[in-house]
């Protein structure tokens, strides 16, 4: 490390490995809980709230990472939980181990542009080996299938004792909500699926609902229960009587002016409502109040008012039924008004009696947005049940819009593996040995799997190794490369079979990134820091 520019700089070898020994570190704390018998972490703030979870997505979010290098770790973990929702947790251990085989690959003064070279190239050999030879198309497999990617995803998670009444109701749920685009290709919108959560009762006592249920009631008990074909008006004000911002100051000398201004804070109030009535709207949704003098007016005329519901929910409302929200009622001329273009429309809304409150429903038309209430006895256990059902609802929606699985148990891994050592030796290059590098690499993830199930890792990679081999040297044993791990009884068996199976973008998501993550890591050779207040000058 040498002063520099009134800063630090390292360079070299230096940096490199301070950098593989940050992403090693990262991936040190969700390695334990990867798979099936993965254990749990528990993460406490500075506030006292408390998260207990296994999702490596959830624990790297919480750490309080500060090193650079690191930080790419904890971004691959989001981008690899936002493209597919599952995978989490080994798209960091891989990148943590490719990022390791480099650093030893540098110390033994092979180029890190060889190296580059090299990962890239084995990084579009998998993808390409997987798209050809592993993928299983889904609908030769039928609907078992989609409930086996579920159970398989939800099998390291917490509800994995539950795995076949979730499964099926993630696969319920997903399947519901189908849209053809333009394109004539299907779509799964799982921002049409909302998530409640009720403390109280079993897990098991989970429900589906049909229809986009709100944690809500109605403003009044005079309003309707019940409205078909309505006009959905969605405004993010407030429906109270209208008051003066802070800060604005009215200073009345007649006390006759002053209940002439209350008055008209009440007629604002009243000419807002009557805006929103007129243009057709027989229901509103607003994310703040509404008063009783709001909610007379919505009785008088046969109309629904629901207050405070969450913004989030508001805006996938607006996108299930075309509507938009609406910030404020002024127009270009000064007045105000509600533009009728802006209102959704949907089938149905009604207030019904869901476990032990109310709920608002509303059905769309083609049934295109459903709601699961999930139960539970508290908060912790009720997060971590809707974070499990998140990762199964995402690979059952990848299935179906890719339509291909792999089998799993490290069982894609370790043909990955066993080809990318054969590929390496008909290259004639350097790079060849940046691609054995990555194969032994790959497989970290059948080796974790069974460390954390407490069986003995290097007798099984090795046995699962052998039948891979067999597999793609002996025609007549292909069968071979769908065989993977049974942690259970520590034995090696065909997972296809077993119904063991993933989406077959998980794994090329994985490796796609993982690879992209320790490239740009590797590609760091200079880490300059500059005190502050002392780069400008």
């Known amino acids: 490390m040498s002063s520099f520019l009134g800063g630090e700089r390292k360079s070299g070898q230096d940096v490199r490995t301070d950098n593989v020994n940050a992403a090693i570190a990262v991936a040190n704390v969700v390695r334990t809980s990867l798979g099936p018998v993965g254990l749990d972490k528990m993460l406490v703030d500075d506030m006292g709230e408390v998260v207990i979870t296994n999702d490596g997505a959830t624990i790297l979010k919480n750490l309080q990472v500060e090193h650079p290098a690191a930080k790419v770790l904890v971004e691959l973990s989001d981008l690899q939980d936002l493209e597919v929702g599952d ?116 897990w098991r006592d989970s429900e589906l609902i049909h229809g986009f249920a709100l944690n809500c009631t109605r403003a009044s008990q005079g309003m309707p229960t019940s409205l078909k074909k309505c006009k959905i008006a969605l405004v993010d004000f407030n429906l109270q009587q209208y008051r003066a911002q802070m800060g604005v100051q009215v200073l009345i000398n007649d006390p006759e002016k002053l209940e002439a201004l209350r008055l008209k804070e009440k007629e604002i109030a009243k000419e807002r409502v009557k805006a929103i009535l007129a243009s057709g709207a027989n229901v509103v949704l607003t994310t703040k109040g509404l008063d009783d003098m709001a909610a007379k007016y919505f009785e008088e005329c046969g109309a629904i008012g629901v207050r405070r519901c969450k ?159 067999k597999a793609q040297k002996d025609e007549s044993k292909k069968h071979y490369q769908t065989y993977g791990l049974d942690l259970e009884k520590g034995q090696i068996r065909d997972n296809l079979a077993a119904g063991v199976i993933e989406p077959a973008l998980r794994h090329i998501k994985a490796i796609q990134f993982a690879t992209e993550a320790a490239i740009t890591i590797l590609r760091i050779d200079d880490f300059i820091e500059i005190n502050a207040g002392q780069g400008g000058n």
């Open 311 to 469: 913004p989030e929910d508001l805006r996938r409302i607006a996108q299930l039924t075309g509507g938009k929200v609406v910030l404020s009622l002024a127009t270009m001329e000064g007045g105000e008004a509600f533009d009728p273009e802006n209102l959704g429309t949907a089938e149905e809304i009604s207030e019904v009696r869901v476990a032990d409150d109310e709920m608002i429903v509303i059905k769309v038309a083609q049934n295109r947005c459903q709601s699961i209430l999930l139960r539970g006895a508290n908060d912790h256990l009720l997060e971590e049940v809707e974070r499990s059902l998140h990762d199964a609802l995402c690979a059952v929606r990848r299935t179906l819009e890719h339509g291909t699985v792999v089998a799993g148990g490290g069982a894609c891994e370790a043909a990955l593996s066993i080809y990318l050592e054969n590929f390496a030796t008909s290259l004639g290059s350097r790079e060849q040995l940046a691609i054995a590098e990555f194969a032994e690499a790959l497989l970290i993830i059948p080796r974790t799997l069974s460390t954390n199930a407490a069986k003995d890792s290097t007798e099984l990679v090795a046995k699962l190794c052998a039948y891979h081999h």
């Open 87 to 202: 995978g989490t947790t080994s798209v960091v251990i891989i990148a943590a181990e490719l990022l390791r085989r480099a650093n030893i690959m540098t110390k033994n003064q092979i180029h890190p542009t060889t190296i580059m070279t090299g990962y890239r190239l084995a990084m579009k050999e998998c993808s390409k080996y997987i798209k050809n030879n592993l993928a299983r198309n889904v609908d030769t497999l039928g609907k078992e299938a989609l409930i086996n990617v579920a159970k398989t995803t939800l099998s390291s998670k917490l509800i994995g004792a539950d795995s076949d009444f979730f499964a099926n109701l993630a696969v319920d749920a997903i399947k519901s909500v189908k849209v053809v685009d333009e394109l004539g290709k299907a779509r799964y919108n799982e921002d049409a699926i909302n998530i409640l959560k009720k403390q109280g009762k079993s």
